[in-house]
């Protein structure tokens, strides 16, 4: 099994700064994808941020220029720097893994989460 652990979240004044970060552990044989996901009440989840082994990016359009993904593949850590924080990226942020566990086994793991709250 893979284990995400998720640290970095808490509460900032807009304008202010986090960095979160997912560090991956246990028995696999390679990472392919990690991302971050949130959820605020009475939202559904979305995706915020994801990253290849190759180091290919996405974002949501409602951070791009404000937060940036970023891996270290030696570690598999995932690493979530946001800027410019807004109140309503408020939200239970998730971290996300996918990989191969063995030859032609998949995992896909899910962190528990860190809260991120922004004040105005």
């Known amino acids: 099994q893979v284990q995400l652990v998720e640290s970095g979240g808490g509460l900032v004044q807009a304008g202010g700064s986090l960095r979160l970060s997912c560090a991956a552990s246990g028995s696999f044989r390679r990472i392919d994808f990690m991302g971050w996901y949130r959820q605020a009440p009475g939202k559904q989840r979305e995706t915020v941020a994801t990253i290849t082994s190759g180091t290919a990016t996405t974002y949501a359009d409602s951070v791009k220029g404000r937060f940036t993904i970023s891996r270290i593949n030696d570690n598999n850590t995932v690493y979530l720097q946001m800027n410019s924080l807004k109140p309503e990226d408020t939200a239970a942020y998730y971290c996300?893994?996918?990989?191969?566990?063995?030859?032609?086994?998949?995992?896909?793991?899910w962190g528990q989460g860190t809260q991120v709250t922004v004040s105005s």
């Open positions: 996300n893994a996918r990989g191969l566990l063995a030859v032609l086994i998949q995992f896909d793991s």
